[in-house]
T-cell receptor
Framework: LAKTTQPISMDSYEGQEVNITCSHN???????ITWYQQFPSQGPRFIIQ???TKVTNEVASLFIPADRKSSTLSLPRVSLSDTAVYYC??????????FGDGTTLTVKP | EPEVTQTPSHQVTQMGQEVILRCVPI?????FYWYRQILGQKVEFLVS????????KSEIFDDQFSVERPDGSNFTLKIRSTKLEDSAMYFC???????????????FGPGTRLTVL
């Protein structure tokens, strides 16, 4: 089961781009990388998933280098409502998702 | 957009009582999960369920816990004799497939807050 490491917390200001990097040194060949967002007292919400290179959707981009030992979630022009905990997960064959401590992003005005 | 629903949103119970938490997964999903999150702590995996049987369970999921898919839509978590330390948010999730594929994304419900007194 691939373990992930993320910064515990990050601060940003409205309108800035935020990049959160996750390390997953022992990622397996078939593993995908998934990022979730969680607001207090709510369930985690899927943001983006990727396997390699770059994935972009309407809310974020995910950059994965060739060795896949890390990934970076990029949130363009954050707003106050992006204040949340962000989790990086690496898929395993059973489908069970192991959440780490996540990164608490605080966006300031 | 399809979503996972959970009932009740908040359940208060006395220690030693049985509780059943209910979930309706997304209709075409085949894999179902329960997680819990104690206040201020991280999300912890409890159990995964596929084809009417448990696929995997964590050490937290002991004999006081059980899961069931009683009909074609509901997925339940039963805690037989609740303890104070069972107080937490319980999240149900479902996915189309499991692990290591592009469609294994788990979609989470809003959670049930369980308070054991």
């Amino acid at each position: 089961l691939a373990k992930t490491t993320q910064p515990i917390s990050m601060d940003s200001y409205e309108g800035q781009e935020v990049n959160i990097t996750c390390s997953h040194n022992n990622i397996a060949t078939n593993d995908y990388i998934t990022w979730y967002q969680q607001f207090p007292s709510q369930g985690p919400r899927f943001i983006i998933q990727g396997y390699k290179t770059k994935v972009t959707n309407e809310v974020a981009s995910l950059f994965i280098p060739a060795d896949r030992k890390s990934s970076t979630l990029s949130l363009p022009r954050v707003s106050l409502s992006d204040t949340a905990v962000y989790y990086c997960l690496v898929g395993d064959r059973t489908g069970k998702s192991t959440f780490g401590d996540g990164t608490t992003l605080t966006v300031k005005p | 957009e399809p979503e996972v629903t959970q009932t009740p949103s908040h359940q208060v119970t006395q220690m030693g009582q049985e509780v059943i938490l209910r979930c309706v997964p997304i209709s075409n999903h085949l894999y179902f999960y329960w997680y819990r999150q104690i206040l201020g702590q991280k999300v912890e995996f409890l159990v995964s369920f596929y084809n009417n049987e448990i696929s995997e369970k964590s050490e937290i999921f002991d004999d006081q816990f059980s899961v069931e898919r009683p009909d074609g839509s509901n997925f339940t978590l039963k805690i037989r004799s609740t303890k104070l330390e069972d107080s937490a948010m319980y999240f149900c999730a479902s996915s189309e497939l499991a692990g290591g594929s592009s469609t294994d994304t788990q979609y989470f419900g809003p959670g049930t807050r369980l308070t054991v007194l």
